[in-house]
């Protein structure tokens, strides 16, 4: 006996609807894994501006320090948000953002000798 043609309708209908479900929530998984790694990128970026900014107050590398962090994080993609440069201790905020999210990342760089905050 043959399935009647309201069966073969109700099969196709749960079929797109799987189908549907299954890459709706691909597609969030993808958003969500490239957020991550966007924010990622702005943490290394945000230790990279801290390092050449560290570099550049200890002489190894010349320049003015926020000027070189500036340098890093537009290379990187980001914005550098803050600079503050003590002695030889770099501080740096930048802000890199993903499909309308913001991120944030700080970092400190400095010799291992300094004391911390």
Known sequence: MRPGRGALMAGAAATV???AVIVGVSASLAMV???AVVAQRTGGTADAAALAAA???SGAVSGIPCEQA????EAGGAHLAACDVDGLVATIT?????GGISFDAH???????????
Do not use: K, M, Q
């Open 17 to 19: 609807g799987v189908v």
């Open 107 to 117: 970092s400190r760089a400095g010799p291992p000798d300094a004391s911390t905050p």
């Open 55 to 57: 570099d550049t107050a």
């Open 33 to 35: 894994g490239a957020a």
């Open 94 to 98: 930048v802000t890199g953002a993903y």
């Open 70 to 73: 500036l340098r890093v994080a």
